[in-house]
């Protein structure tokens, strides 16, 4: 429970409070998030919380928004734990998103934080067709901000006071990689999925591990059998292909380094394998040896 206030101790009716476990990372829907405003007197009080550690966010039009930490819920009986907050007067940071040639970056997603002893401030925007941004209603103070656009590398800017209107933020874009599907053949293979793992370097025993990078199309209809595929920072990457009529198969290992753009890559589909065998029951205990006499590889 508690009395949400302004800078002046005036009180701030109808502000939203959610109410979240602390290990509640902002990303996602919250689950158990509670829910109300203040009334008008800026009191609130929130009934039937469950032990754990909580964090308090604080919205109001016209005021910053901010997070309040370290809020621990003990479930002892008749507990109850008083947090009182001051709001101040939101201000914006504004701006704009572009590419390395100067040409502005529509849709990047802008978010900016300021964290301090238990208090946390935050704010977000969207870039508009012209990469222009405007983050309202910010706590006075400097922010870090995060940017991410679809086909650039996340960039980060800091110490970005409140109240800078000109602040430019340059995304680096992604490489792509680009190629043909084929067949054992060698000819064009019109429909098929492409998908991109990323490869860490060898373990101790030679080995390599994949990493799902979330990048996959399905094509069809493509003639020549091509792709691309976009989102790649410098590292390395297999092309995972599938086609109904052939084992998935990977290319490859290749590498993109800083300042490259695109890679050039095909992927030979195989005829894969099959493995032939028995399924018995406990009962046929000497029978229970997988038959692996027929593998054609």
Known sequence: FGTITDI???AVPQALLQLDSAFYSGQGESPGRIELNTDNNGAFEIKNVSPGPRVLTIQAEGYGTVVKGGIQVNGTPNERVEVSVQLDVGQPIAGRVVSTDGTGVANAVLKAFNYGNNLSYRGEGISLED???????LHPGSYMLQVEA?????QKATRVKVGEMNVEIVMIPQACVAGRVLDPSGAPVTSFAASIRRVAPPRPDGKRVFEDMNISQTFSGQADGSFRLCGLNPGSYVVVARSAKFAPTLSDVFSLVEGQHTAQIDVRLNDGGSIKGRVVGPGDRKSTRLNSSHVAL
């Open 131 to 137: 990469g222009s941004f405007i983050i309202e209603n």
């Open 150 to 154: 679809q086909g650039y590398r996340m």
């Open 8 to 10: 002046g101790g005036n």
